[in-house]
Nanobody, 118 residues
Framework: QVQLVESGGGLVQPGGSLRLSCAAS???????RAWYRQAPGKERELVAR???????SYADSVKGRFTISRDNAKNTVYLQMNSLEPEDTAVYYC?????????????WGQGTQVTVSS
């Protein structure tokens, strides 16, 4: 069983930066890692993902501002968020997923609040 624990959220002014971390129990080097977010009244959306080989992809709204990275030795994935905007305010969720012969297995963290406000 994989457990994910996020940290690093908080309140930041527009234009500021935050770095989120997500530590996983167990070895999940073969899992795809991702960050999602959910704003009030909106559906959860994919923000960024990184494959086991290090290939990254981003939502258009965060391209050029956010960077996802992973440290497999520490079973940790990071989300560096720069030039934050009020529209980035949401609960951010860490995700780990892997394809098996029976389908895709997803694991989620508990979420961490990011609030961008002056």
């Amino acid at each position: 069983q994989v457990q994910l624990v996020e940290s690093g959220g908080g309140l930041v002014q527009p234009g500021g930066s935050l770095r989120l971390s997500c530590a996983a129990s167990g070895s999940i080097a073969r899992y795809v890692r991702a960050w999602y977010r959910q704003a009030p009244g909106k559906e959860r959306e994919l923000v960024a993902r990184i494959t086991t080989g290090g290939t990254t992809s981003y939502a258009d709204s965060v391209k050029g501002r956010f960077t996802i990275s992973r440290d497999n030795a520490k079973n940790t994935v990071y989300l560096q968020m720069n030039s934050l905007e009020p529209e980035d305010t949401a609960v951010y969720y860490c995700n780990a997923n892997v394809l098996t012969i029976t389908g895709r297995n997803d694991y989620w963290g508990q979420g961490t609040q990011v609030t961008v406000s002056s």
